[in-house]
DNA sequence: AGTAAAATTGCAAAGGTTTGCGATAATGTT
DNA sequence: AACATTATCGCAAACCTTTGCAATTTTACT
């Protein structure tokens, strides 16, 4: 039966050719107002909806962005995407999202499914262990821009936007060197991510040249149960911390598991400030002091990022976003 | 230049027709083995990729799940999200994510724009003011296959994977009879909701056939500080409840800062159990005690249901899920 | 060698849309 | 009335792939 909506469709009924309908439709100057009046009429009862896939192979674009991170459900990114999605929305984009599950075989692969898929963009948190850009290169250079975030390479001939890592570093150790502690326990994710090198960096430099009356000790804790094993012995030893920094939600989650099987009370026994998204240190009691890197700010950051690129068609940028103190009662 | 990597360029620098070329790569038994061997190297060379949209065009189906929910960054979509993506992956789908942002009028557009992609199924968590299922059907009728889940319609004309809501309820129910709780504050989402009629309903209903000496009063908040505000009101009553009941991690989330809020210990001043997804309830201390609703299995559950669809072609059915008590030490 | 069967390849249409350009019809100008 | 404009519209190619069927070549068999 030829009852299904498209442009030929059309056409046959009115007996009026396709490119009329196709001009009508889009309200090409071209036509006469009668004639897009009975073309409108006739699409809207048919319920008419151009072929998405014939459109794009048409004009070889397509109005999806790829999205590859390491983990949705990252009490970071989760606020990142949901950010970028309604952004994305607002401009008619809508998002396809892939995970790389840290691996970078998979984080490939994910990368030729948005070549394939001839995405308008692709936003890139790139997993740990991703060390060869070979593969983005090779596809930066065939025409889809590609935008990193947050976990960005070091290179800077790309598209970046991110956090100023650094000066969040720093911006904790002024806290806590204006409060007075003495003995920190910094606590860290993967150091091969130059976002876990400037915050350390910004710590530590900052409070070296803050005080030399500060110790920072810092370790390495790959998820929340390292976090949480790491201070559970720390707090055993005699030499004590009196604070803990931690780097991020996740790790901040295993040291909140820490305290509690512990018992220990805040900022009494242990005072604790973070980075963090703003959710987890809400739920503590005081609530934690920490400094806010918004995923959301980010996510529009990005968006507004493509736009330009689109625009003015940049290929190198940085574009870093500034993070402030939030208080809470831990330190 | 006709360097772009597509079969005809192949086919033309090879000296052979399109069609063999398109067989050579899908090792047809047609052709011969030198040929296939020729063009495979060649392709390999040209960095061959078919072009999705040529593919989706001709067959008429593609690749892409659509997923329908009000809000990704939602504890327990998030999840949800995390492991069907990780299944739709394994069988080479890939997922379009649109938010609805628990409004009707965006969610139909979403609606369209997944029929728009002529996406392979659509999953789809309700808007809580969604009453209107007429585009869903119409849309379902049109051949894309729905699947709802978690926030599902009453009628059952149509797949749903679903947790045992009512089952849930009445697990509370025991848990709280169990432990001689005498005065509970019930807390619950949209009433809209069958998800939320089912747990009330299970919850009130086991209680009354369980005894008739606990008094259980049902309250709705619709977010967390609402849920916050309902919980310290509560406690500065005389007739204050001993134990509270979350509906959901938001609720639950709100029920935690307002506990701390008040400096109340559980269980001792407060007792608290809840329906939540696991990980907020390792964050206090103690524990909190929950029925666990894992967004990871439903994800799985939901793919499952589709490759049903695809194998079996049904077009109702209902999939439950149950879920088991974690005990922490809130009650 | 001649024919049948099998192996290999190519033709061409189809899928739905967009768009440059040429064709036709309507209107305006002298 | 003859010509120039302008307003409308249609033709046909292009985007790239898939696939039924026909055409061609090779191999097998008598």
């Given at each position: 039966m030829g009852s299904k909506a498209t442009l030929k469709n059309i056409a046959g009924i009115l007996e009026i050719s396709i490119s009329t309908v196709s001009r009508a439709l889009k309200d090409h100057p071209d036509i006469a107002q009668e004639t897009k009046r009975k073309v409108r009429e006739l699409a809207e009862l048919m319920d008419y909806e151009p072929n998405a896939f014939a459109v794009y192979l048409r004009t070889n674009e397509s109005k999806v962005i790829g999205l590859i991170v390491p983990?949705?459900?990252n009490y970071f990114y989760h606020s990142f995407v949901s950010a970028l999605e309604n952004e994305a929305r607002k401009k008619g984009y809508t998002l396809l999202i892939l995970q790389s599950g840290n691996d970078s075989a998979v984080e490939e692969a994910n990368l030729r499914l948005c070549k394939l898929n001839r995405v308008a963009c692709i936003f890139v948190a790139l997993c740990s262990e991703t060390r060869d850009l070979a593969t983005f290169n090779r596809i930066g250079s065939s025409g889809i821009p590609i935008v990193f975030f947050d976990?960005?390479?070091?290179?800077?001939?790309c598209i970046k936007v991110c956090l100023a890592d650094r000066d969040i570093g720093r911006l904790a150790a002024r806290t806590i060197v204006g409060k007075g502690k003495k003995n920190v326990l910094a606590m860290f994710g993967n150091p091969n991510l130059s976002i876990t090198r400037k915050r350390k960096q910004g710590l530590t430099e900052e409070i070296k040249k803050l005080t030399p009356f500060v110790n920072v000790s810092t370790v390495t804790a790959n998820n929340s149960s390292e976090a949480k094993a790491i201070l559970i012995e720390a707090m055993e030893?005699?030499?004590?911390?009196?604070t803990v920094f931690c780097m991020s939600d996740e790790i901040l989650t295993g040291v909140i598991m820490g305290i509690n099987k512990l018992g220990l009370?805040?900022?009494?026994?242990i005072a604790v400030i973070a980075i963090s998204n703003g959710f987890i240190p809400k739920l503590t009691n005081p609530e934690i002091t920490y400094i806010e890197t918004s995923g959301a700010v980010l996510g529009k950051k990005a968006m507004q990022t493509f736009t330009e690129i689109l625009e003015k068609g940049i290929s190198k940028k940085l574009d870093v976003i500034n993070s402030k103190l939030v208080e809470g009662g831990s330190i």
């Open positions: 983990e949705i459900s976990k960005v390479p070091e290179d800077n001939n030893k005699k030499e004590k911390p009196d009370k805040m900022p009494q026994d």
